[in-house]
């Protein structure tokens, strides 16, 4: 999503990660152990399909979290979902502040958005962006709260939740590992505009050209 040695998410009581403490040396630690990586984007075949569970939680996948931490932090984004940089597996980063201004960071493997029960859908009709959909912007509507099932790095069960832009941005990363860009979201004209805006842009970060 766009802009706006103590890897483990704590967790309180009922499940629910602590993401909010101890950000600034998580994320440093992600990003100095990995690589930045170019963004893919809309069009690309692996932001259009359903991405593969994670079943192995080892080496590798904690590379490729490093890699995803210092390939949003370079692009200047939020959020950001394994296939935004090719990876065909369901894995999300984030790095968000909610409408308070707490900054969240942490890592969401296997995420399945929850339904919200009819009196917690009071739906946010801010602007939405996406890394992969460079110097585009269109209001959209989503539910204020959000929260996310999932396992963390280690394959334990966690919980995430959030408000405002938070929520958006977990929406919005999920979104992605299901194979649903932002903007599918759209109406077909405010689809249209946002493309014609992306083609129009220029992206501030590396992207990978589309055949």
Not at 73 to 87: F, M, S, Y
Not at 142 to 161: C, F, L, M, S, T
Not at 165 to 186: M, N, P, V
């Amino acid at each position: 999503m766009a802009q706006q040695e103590t890897d483990e998410q704590t967790q309180i009581n009922d499940g629910f990660v602590v993401d909010t403490e101890d950000c600034e040396a998580r994320e440093l630690a992600h990003r100095e152990r990995g690589k930045a990586r170019p963004i893919t984007v809309v069009g690309n075949p692996v932001l259009h399909k359903e991405c593969k569970d994670v079943t192995a939680f080892d080496d590798e996948l904690a590379a490729l979290i490093d890699d995803m931490f210092a390939s949003q932090k370079a692009a200047e984004g939020v959020g950001l979902a394994a296939n935004q940089i090719g990876v065909d597996l369901k894995v999300f980063v984030y790095d968000c502040p909610d409408d308070e201004g707490v900054r969240h960071t942490g890592v969401v493997i296997n995420p399945v958005l929850q339904e919200l029960p009819a009196d917690r859908r009071v739906l946010d009709e801010s602007n939405e962006g996406c890394l992969s959909v460079p110097t585009a912007y269109a209001e959209l509507a989503r539910p204020d709260y959000a929260e996310v099932h999932g396992q963390d790095p280690q394959g334990n069960p966690i919980k995430v939740r959030g408000t405002g832009y938070f929520a958006r941005c977990l929406q919005h990363e999920t979104d992605h590992l299901y194979g649903r860009l932002y903007i599918d979201r759209l109406s077909k004209r405010d689809r249209k505009d946002a493309l014609r805006q992306m083609e129009e842009g220029t992206p501030r970060y590396e992207t990978v050209p589309n055949d």
